[in-house]
């Protein structure tokens, strides 16, 4: 009965993960069309691809996230003159919850977008077609963190120099401590909903 059980046990525990994986992938759908699509935009001046920064990401997630209950209107979004929406409030502070300030990041550019139901060729063109294609064509700028919360999405650009760099505020050199931590914050947070699923699955067995 006990080896029937673990049978059993195995592919529940495997479709938990794989479905668990998914979820999240899902909720970054949004922001890897975006780069990509900007990528492929860049590739056609003969510019590098920007690499994803996982602490503009940071900033721009943040910054979404402030911008989530305002609604688009004829001052922001696809409706209107692209690259134009207003900017966002709290940037200290927003700095600061991303162990980020304003010496390692005054080289880079936030340019956020409201655009409804985040249609992605609307998305692409919001950036690519807009005021802010000048800081896409621009070839200081190496990196890219997009977040994005309701309509709202938003692009963060950094640059290879230590005042846009976004390296974290660390005790150690490299930054390795705070990106470290954010990994590490991430996996356990996937292995702490596989063992609920499988803890749930062992109760039904």
Avoid at 117 to 124: D, F, T, Y
Wanted: hydrophobic letters at 40%; proline letters at 6%.
């Amino acid at each position: 009965m006990a080896s029937t059980n673990y049978r059993l046990l195995l592919p529940l525990l495997l479709s938990s993960i794989l479905l668990m994986n998914q979820a999240v992938n899902c909720d970054k759908d949004e922001e890897d069309n975006l780069l990509q699509g900007i990528n492929k935009y860049r590739e056609s001046l003969n510019l590098a691809a920007l690499t994803k920064n996982e602490n503009a990401e940071c900033l721009a997630d943040e910054i979404a996230e402030q911008f989530k209950n305002k609604p688009c209107t004829n001052t922001t979004g696809a409706n209107t003159v692209p690259g134009t929406e207003p900017q966002f409030p709290n940037y200290p502070t927003l700095l600061v919850k991303c162990h980020l300030n304003v010496s390692n990041t005054r080289d880079g550019v936030v340019m956020p977008a409201c655009i409804p139901g985040l249609v992605p060729s609307l998305v692409l063109t919001n950036f690519t077609k807009s005021l802010y294609s000048d800081n896409l064509n621009d070839t200081k700028f190496t990196g890219a963190g997009i977040g994005s919360e309701d309509n709202w999405i938003v692009v963060v650009l950094t640059t290879d120099t230590p005042d846009g760099s976004f390296v974290p505020t660390t005790n150690t050199p490299d930054g390795s401590l705070v990106n470290n931590a954010a990994h590490m914050v991430s996996k356990i947070n996937l292995i702490y909903c596989s063992l609920l699923l499988l803890i749930g699955s062992v109760s039904l067995l």
